[in-house]
């Protein structure tokens, strides 16, 4: 592959992760934040919003860690085409047994690959110098999905590479994989609860992240570092205890309880998710 096709395939990949960015973040950031506002204010999880400056920056950090993704999708095409990756395109290769099977071993592989990186941001160092840019969302909006320090767009690139390399991938899998990624990602920013009641304490998706899960994340730091799963912050005690309690204050909420306040301030109490220092 030659320097300008190697461009060219990086040019092609950013237009596909920016519309796919766009597609789901701004989409929901327009139902949620534009059409739906004052209807679904009781659901949100901090009774406010952050300011449009701070939007506008988890876009700017986006597009940047989406030009990233492009170039590592660009040297992972190359590798691919000098046979370096295990990557196929004969579903007949491995079937399609494996094919499902692939895209749930693909999402235990990246929660654990998540959870401890995630983890290794929080030390102070790391912090401070790159982490620091994602967690100056306190109150994140779906526009916070891909709102990352270079140095970590680059860490969380770094995985699909990892996976290519050392796993059979189908091209098909890959993308069911990075499109629920995304979905997942926007879901826990969306500064809504979306799930129903029952969903915090069910036996089984009890398992599951919600948005209040990964919002209690932002606005208190050293807790709740998993992407999809609770597994790991359960196993390692980085579960914050107050997780259910809040999760079921937010659905206890109803139109008449609670409405947009005219400022930044949260109507009638202090924010059930007051920001904690490093």
């Known amino acids: 592959m030659g ?4 461009l060219a395939t990086c040019v092609a990949l950013f237009a596909i992760i920016l519309f796919r960015y766009f597609l789901f973040a701004g989409g929901a950031y327009f139902i949620w ?16 919003y952050p300011p449009q400056k701070l939007i506008k920056k988890e876009m700017k950090y ?24 295990r ?18 071993i693909m999402i235990l592989f990246h929660e654990t690959y998540f959870y401890w990186t995630h983890r290794l941001m929080h030390l102070k160092p790391f912090y401070m110098s790159v982490h620091k840019i994602h967690h100056d969302s306190n109150n994140p909006s779906p526009m916070a999905a891909f709102s990352f320090h270079p140095y ?24 069911f994989f990075l499109t629920f990624m995304t979905v997942l990602s926007v879901i ?8 129903p009641h029952w969903f915090s304490r069910h036996w089984l998706m009890k398992g599951l992240i919600t948005g209040t899960h990964h919002n209690m994340h932002h606005s208190r730091l050293h807790c709740n570092y ?3 799963f609770t597994w790991w912050d359960l196993i390692m005690k980085t579960h914050h205890p107050d997780y259910e309690k809040l999760y079921d ?27 904690t220092s490093f």
């Open 226 to 228: 998993g992407l999809y």
């Open 188 to 195: 826990n920013h969306l500064g809504y609860e979306v799930y």
């Open 33 to 48: 934040y534009k059409w739906k506002r004052e209807k679904l204010f009781h659901k949100r999880i901090q009774l406010k």
């Open 152 to 175: 970590e767009g680059i860490i969380e690139a770094g995985f699909l590479p990892i996976l290519a390399f050392i796993m059979p991938a189908h091209p098909a899998a890959i993308l």
């Open 3 to 6: 320097f300008f096709e190697f």
């Open 87 to 104: 990557v196929y395109l004969e579903i007949h290769e491995y079937g399609w047994a494996y094919f499902f099977t692939s895209i749930i």
């Open 249 to 275: 204050e937010v659905h206890a909420r109803t139109p008449e309880s609670v409405r947009e306040p005219n400022s930044s301030q949260v109507v009638g109490a202090a924010s059930p998710l007051a920001p």
């Open 62 to 85: 986006s597009v940047m860690t989406s030009m990233i993704f492009a170039v590592t999708g660009g040297m992972l095409f190359w590798a691919w085409r000098e046979g370096y990756t």
